[in-house]
C-alpha cells in the first residue's frame, strides 16, 4: 500500500504548480483524499479534502480560491491545482487518504495512508 506524491517544484510568487498523488496497492476510489501541508516550525495543516467519488470538497481559508483538488479513480491518483501561491504556501505537502469521509477541519488522525511529501517552494 501506498500512496507515491510528485509535482513540487521552486515556483514565483502568483506561479501555479500541479501536485499528484498515486496510489498502489488499494483502490483510492473507496477512500476519500485529502492534502496536507506542514512548514518548517508549524504544525501539519489539513488544506484540502475531496469525497470518494469527488461529489464533496473542503478548503482551508488560507487556500480557499487558490487551489483546486480533484481525483481520477480510474488512474488511481489524485491531483492538488495550485494557483496565485503566495510566499505562505512555502511547505511539504502530503496527500493521505481515509476510509472515514471527508470531515472539516481535517484531522492528521483520520487518515490511514500516507504519501512521503513532497516540497513546494515560493520564492521570488
Known amino acids: 500500500v501506498q500512496l507515491q506524491a510528485s509535482g513540487g517544484g521552486l515556483v514565483q510568487p502568483g506561479g501555479s504548480l500541479r501536485l499528484s498523488c498515486a496510489a498502489s496497492g488499494f483502490a483510492l476510489v473507496y477512500y476519500a483524499i485529502g492534502w496536507f501541508r506542514q512548514a518548517p516550525g508549524k504544525e501539519r495543516e489539513g488544506v484540502s479534502c475531496i469525497s470518494s467519488g469527488g461529489g464533496s470538497t473542503y478548503y482551508a481559508d488560507s487556500v480557499k480560491g487558490r487551489l483546486t483538488i480533484s481525483r481520477d479513480n480510474t488512474k488511481n491518483t489524485m491531483y492538488l491545482h495550485m494557483f496565485s501561491l503566495k510566499i505562505e504556501d512555502t511547505a511539504v505537502y502530503y496527500c493521505?487518504?481515509?476510509?472515514?469521509?471527508?470531515?472539516?477541519?481535517?484531522?492528521?488522525?483520520?487518515?490511514?495512508?500516507w504519501g512521503q511529501g513532497t516540497q513546494v517552494t515560493v520564492s521570488s
Open positions: 493521505a487518504a481515509t476510509p472515514l469521509g471527508i470531515l472539516a477541519p481535517m484531522k492528521s488522525y483520520e487518515y490511514e495512508y
